[in-house]
């Protein structure tokens, strides 16, 4: 494979990664802390409901973990296609 | 020892820390001065670009202004932490690939004009300078009344460190000092909050504790603030009073807005390689999120703790940390119907207290009873986190000067050695406006703090965006969509904070969007602006698109070109 085809079925695979994490990304804040809010409210997570808890925790825990897992599919990415020198 | 004696050993020793570190790691060079010459560590970048983020208002202000707004406050705790997916996913690998010092140096050569560049060194100017000078005031807010200081030697003394290594050491000193501020104001800011914690609900992690039982009682803590809150007549507390669309708009500009700032952009340029990029900023919103998690439990506590001691007590029996606050005018009791009898409650007629958002940090470990030692260290903690991100703006606006000014456009055969004063000269002049704006505020420093989000947001995030994603973005529809997008801005903030163009009210606002909510309109309206108008001028040339080509991929990676 040269490099230029190379190139772009990395690029294709990252945007692929990006979309599926925004995705979350979004869900977990704009979905379940905002949107969705009122109807997650009725579930109790220990003392918290559950709708307040992501729009002032969980979303928070879900961004960390969610860059963590793109660095990691990165890495692989790179290094299957040779751009990691 | 008493408060103030430990406030002036604590202090003490971290201000030696910083200008210890200052000395031994001076910048030799252009390149150490803007990006700390390329070489710092995923992880030393991570905890820097955490101090570099989180502000005095992060560390004196949010968990205040969260115990004051409820679920309301949840924007800020998104809205600061999210824009780092976006920084991770979508600017920071490729920003480093490219390999410049600065945004205004991505912007001008993507767009290959320096009508672009300028355009971003004005927002890059503008947004830091709005921000600074809030981190001074913060600076001798804490000298005031911990050190009992007038406000203004307070931050003078703040310039002269900040001065000292930011100058010094460009931002090779800035780092490493930002990784011993995070250190100190990390420490300061969860031992108070897990002491509380175990005082009132016996859990000693906070983010837990938040959810728990109060102790010696049958019910949740967020249950108890809940019914305390509406019997006072407020919103409860888990609730909140924002219409949904403004919360909405206003998280996403924050979120954008974040990713668009250009001093905490211009971290992810000082280190090695593409993949430590990705990294770092995974390990900046780690160490953010320790503290962005533990405030909204500080602002549970001290809600409850406040309501409790102040709600229908007598004056007379009010403790100590109550008078003082009062001194400095931040607590304000007004006995309307001469009972002597403190009447904390949400309507404005019957209300006979008001607290200001500001002191809630800050009185926290008084007001929970902790050992004077803690109450040091939270000053302490609150100077580095004013003192990292004053320096990691100050030099945004000098490097905006002598390198994207001086060399890109007024000088270009300046010597290395003739940009380096510049450069430096330039941190000196920043310093003395900032402190300038530190002893004179401007009164409308809070509404233009949302203004430097809602226009990083409308100019920078959209235009490096479509710098990376859209290859045939051109120059003419990202200058356009830049201009479109700030005027917007600078018009919707105008029209409703100023009462300009006929003013407003909130009645009016369109689709019930805040001016904070409303950066997330102005960056949508550039882009669909640049996408228009790129369709209807030239591509850009050949050469731009391949940049474009191998900024996508992370092999290859020059060190920051020195120029």
Not at chain 1, 63 to 82: P, Q, W
Not at chain 2, 394 to 420: A, C, R
Request: hydrophobic share 50%; proline share 4%.
């Amino acid at each position: 494979m040269d490099k230029q085809s190379r190139a772009r079925q990395y690029w294709k695979k990252n945007l692929q990664y990006v979309a599926i994490l925004l995705i979350i990304w979004f869900l977990v804040s704009y979905g379940f802390g905002i949107l969705l809010k009122d109807t997650l409210d009725k579930i109790p997570l220990g003392g918290f409901k559950l709708g307040f808890w992501f729009a002032q925790q969980g979303a928070i825990y879900v961004f960390v973990v969610l860059i963590f897992i793109y660095v990691r599919l990165m890495n692989k990415l790179d290094s299957k296609y040779g751009f990691d020198k | 020892m008493d408060v103030q004696t430990w406030t002036y050993v604590i202090v003490g020793i971290t201000f030696a820390l910083y200008i210890g570190i200052a000395i031994w790691s001076r910048a030799g060079s252009t390149k150490e001065f803007y990006v700390a010459g390329g070489g710092v560590p995923p992880l030393a970048n991570g905890l820097a670009t955490a101090a570099d983020w989180m502000s005095a208002a992060s560390f004196l202000g949010m968990a205040g202004l969260i115990s004051f707004s409820g679920y309301d406050g949840s924007v800020y705790l998104m809205g600061w932490t999210g824009g780092y997916v976006l920084l991770a996913l979508l600017l920071a690998p490729y920003l480093r690939k490219f390999g410049k010092f600065t945004v205004p140096d991505f912007i001008g050569d993507r767009y290959y004009s320096n009508v672009a560049r300028t355009v971003a060194i004005i927002c890059a100017l503008l947004v830091s300078f709005t921000y600074v000078a809030g981190q001074m005031r913060g600076v001798g807010l804490v000298f005031s009344r911990f050190l009992e200081v007038p406000i203004n030697t307070g931050v003078i003394i703040g310039m002269i460190i900040v001065l000292f290594y930011a100058v010094l050491g460009g931002m090779k000193g800035i780092t490493y000092t930002q990784v011993a501020q995070y250190c100190v104001l990390i420490f300061a800011f969860m031992v108070p909050a897990i002491f509380i914690s175990i005082q009132m609900t016996g859990n000693p992690i906070p983010q837990l504790g938040m959810g728990g039982d109060v102790v010696g009682e049958n019910i949740s803590l967020l249950d108890k603030l809940d019914g305390l809150s509406t019997d006072l007549g407020f919103d409860q507390y888990t609730n909140g009073s924002k219409p949904m669309i403004d919360i909405f708009f206003i998280t996403a500009a924050l979120m954008v807005g974040t990713a668009g700032l250009p001093h905490v952009i211009v971290r992810f340029f000082t280190v090695p390689r593409v993949k430590d990029a990705r990294k770092s900023a995974g390990y900046a919103l780690l160490f953010i999120a320790i503290l962005y998690t533990t405030a909204p439990a500080i602002a549970v506590f001290a809600r409850t703790n406040l309501i409790e001691t102040v709600s229908n007590k007598a004056y007379e029996e009010m403790p100590d940390w109550f008078s003082k606050w009062e001194t400095t005018g931040l607590i304000k009791f007004d006995d309307k119907n001469g009972d002597g009898i403190i009447q904390y409650v949400a309507d404005n007629n019957t209300n006979e207290l008001t607290v200001d958002a500001d002191i809630m940090v800050l009185a926290n470990p008084e007001i929970a009873k902790l050992p004077n030692w803690v109450i040091a260290l939270v000053a302490a903690g609150g100077l580095a986190a004013a003192l990292s991100t004053a320096a990691g703006l100050l030099l945004v606006i000098s490097t905006s000067i002598s390198h994207d000014l001086i060399k890109k456009q007024i000088k270009p055969n300046i010597s290395e050695k003739g940009e380096l004063i510049a450069a430096r000269l330039s941190a000196v002049a920043a310093v003395c406006v900032a402190g300038y704006f530190g002893i004179n505020p401007p009164d409308f420093v809070a509404a233009t703090v949302a203004l430097a989000f809602g226009l990083a947001a409308a100019s920078f995030f959209p235009a490096i965006i479509m710098g990376i994603f859209y290859k045939k973005m051109n120059k003419e529809g990202a200058i356009a969509g830049m201009l479109v997008g700030i005027v917007a801005m600078l018009f919707y903030m105008l029209k409703f904070k100023f009462d300009m163009f006929g003013g407003g009210s909130k009645e009016d606002w369109w689709f019930g969007i805040s001016p904070e909510g409303f950066g997330t309109v102005a960056m949508l309206l550039n882009f669909i602006v640049s996408i228009l108008i790129s369709r209807f001028t030239p591509d850009p040339p050949d050469e731009v698109q391949e940049i474009v080509e191998t900024i996508r991929i992370p092999s290859g990676v020059e060190e920051a070109h020195l120029h």
